[in-house]
């Protein structure tokens, strides 16, 4: 019997077809005959390189006894799950930066990896050590050398200041 949905959200549905069929002593190949569908399809999802499709979900529901949309559903928990990581890669640790910093705009708008250039810019001349610390983590040092070599001037000294502290350059 397959878990309940809210028990296994966000992993690959290969991943728990491969188990259901280790628990039953079946081979891919097997259960692609079973519903009528390629070998290679069923090689495929079980090895992460291909999402379910409804008809797939409706096939193998059938097989193992469950709602038609389970599968389906189980697949996009997983693709729900790789855009969010996605998207938390494409931010910095928010709590380790004051929203004082970006008065002059909408913090929860900043498009980071866009704007870095400015960001980079505005957190060195402002930033105490743990905003400038969350900035070395998120970008890089080298992204954050490359960026500072593009930036003319700079009329505050903690610019210059944080660069040489914390090894920059």
């Given at each position: 019997?397959?878990?309940?949905?809210?028990?296994?959200?966000?992993?690959?549905?290969?991943?728990?077809?491969?188990?259901?069929?280790?628990?039953?002593?079946l081979k891919g190949s097997e259960l692609a005959d079973a519903i009528g569908e390629h070998k290679q399809t069923i090689s495929a999802i079980l090895n992460k390189?291909?999402?379910?499709?409804?008809?797939?979900?409706?096939?193998?529901?059938?097989?193992?006894?469950?709602?038609?949309?389970?599968?389906?559903?189980?697949?996009?928990?997983?693709?729900?799950?790789?855009?969010?990581?996605?998207?938390?890669?494409?931010?910095?640790?928010?709590?380790?930066?004051?929203?004082?910093?970006?008065?002059?705009?909408?913090?929860?708008?900043?498009?980071?990896?866009?704007?870095?250039?400015?960001?980079?810019?505005?957190?060195?001349?402002?930033?105490?050590?743990?905003?400038?610390?969350?900035?070395?983590?998120?970008?890089?040092?080298?992204?954050?050398?490359?960026?500072?070599?593009?930036?003319?001037?700079?009329?505050?000294?903690?610019?210059?200041?944080?660069?040489?502290?914390?090894?920059?350059?």
């Amino acid at each position: 019997m397959l878990p309940r949905l809210n028990k296994i959200k966000g992993i690959h549905p290969g991943t728990l077809l491969r188990w259901e069929l280790n628990n039953r002593n079946l081979k891919g190949s097997e259960l692609a005959d079973a519903i009528g569908e390629h070998k290679q399809t069923i090689s495929a999802i079980l090895n992460k390189r291909r999402a379910i499709n409804p008809s797939l979900s409706i096939k193998l529901s059938k097989e193992f006894k469950t709602d038609n949309d389970y599968f389906m559903l189980l697949q996009a928990s997983y693709d729900v799950k790789l855009v969010a990581e996605s998207e938390i890669k494409n931010t910095p640790n928010l709590n380790n930066i004051r929203k004082v910093l970006f008065w002059d705009t909408n913090f929860n708008n900043i498009d980071w990896n866009k704007n870095k250039k400015a960001v980079i810019q505005r957190i060195l001349e402002r930033g105490n050590k743990t905003e400038i610390n969350e900035l070395i983590l998120f970008y890089g040092r080298k992204t954050i050398s490359k960026e500072i070599k593009s930036i003319k001037k700079s009329h505050l000294p903690s610019f210059e200041k944080n660069i040489i502290e914390h090894n920059l350059k």
